[in-house]
T-cell receptor, first 113, second 109 residues
Framework: NAGVMQNPRHLVRRRGQEARLRCSPM?????VYWYRQLPEEGLKFMVY????????ESGMPKERFSAEFPKEGPSILRIQQVVRGDSAAYFC???????????FGDGTRLSIL | QKEVEQDPGPLSVPEGAIVSLNCTYS??????FMWYRQYSRKGPELLMY????GNKEDGRFTAQVDKSSKYISLFIRDSQPSDSATYLC?????????FGAGTRLTVKP
């Protein structure tokens, strides 16, 4: 029973490039959440998606960041024109329903040169 | 004031000690309370999930919720070096979840 799968585990980009982070939820889970974690800080909510719908994007920066969860395939968090401040660990979580506990992947560590 | 307050530590205890980890919160709308354990370079792992005030026990772990005081705790009995990790409290209202900053725990053999 595979858990939440995130890839890549590590991603290095130069300033101005695009970063694409992928998340495959646990089997049977249709709710996906993205969080950002900086060193010594807690998890900061970014966006909550259900298949083909964005439910809550209140934690997402208004520019350069977007997320999708298509009918088929993984959820994608996309960061355009990356800047040094985007360097962080990005975690994806999934749940079977919105009111159930979330289960996390091991994250993607994004480094911006 | 943050919605969820958690002492970041670090906390260091000898093996076998009882560990007490705590969080306070300000919004009475939070209904569900969770504790996650996060090892270095890994994702958070769900340890405990509670709804009502009172205690919930699972092996060496006990989660305690006091909604009247807006205070939650996690107790670890007979702590082991393998318990060394960062512990995150989390709480949810409807679809909205908030995390504490995490407490870094080291259990020394």
């Amino acid at each position: 029973n595979a858990g939440v799968m995130q890839n890549p585990r590590h991603l290095v980009r130069r300033r101005g490039q695009e970063a694409r982070l992928r998340c495959s939820p646990m089997k049977g889970h249709s709710h996906v959440y993205w969080y950002r974690q900086l060193p010594e800080e807690g998890l900061k909510f970014m966006v909550y998606l259900q298949k083909e719908n964005i439910i809550d994007e209140s934690g997402m920066p208004k520019e350069r960041f977007s997320a999708e969860f298509p009918k088929e395939g993984p959820s994608i968090l996309r960061i355009q024109q990356v800047v040094r401040g985007d360097s962080a660990a990005y975690f994806c979580a999934s749940s079977p329903q919105g009111d159930q506990p979330q289960h996390f992947g091991d994250g993607t560590r994004l480094s911006i040169l | 004031q943050k919605e969820v307050e958690q002492d970041p530590g670090p906390l260091s205890v000898p093996e076998g000690a009882i560990v007490s980890l705590n969080c306070t919160y300000s919004n009475s709308a939070f209904q569900y309370f969770m504790w996650y354990r996060q090892y270095s370079r890994k994702g958070p792992e769900l340890l405990m999930y509670t709804y009502s005030s009172g205690n919930k026990e699972d092996g060496r772990f006990t989660a305690q919720v006091d909604k009247s005081s807006k205070y939650i705790s996690l107790f670890i009995r007979d702590s082991q070096p393998s318990d060394s990790a960062t512990y995150l409290c989390a709480m949810r209202r409807t679809d909205d979840m908030r995390f504490g900053a995490g407490t870094r725990l080291t259990v020394k053999p």
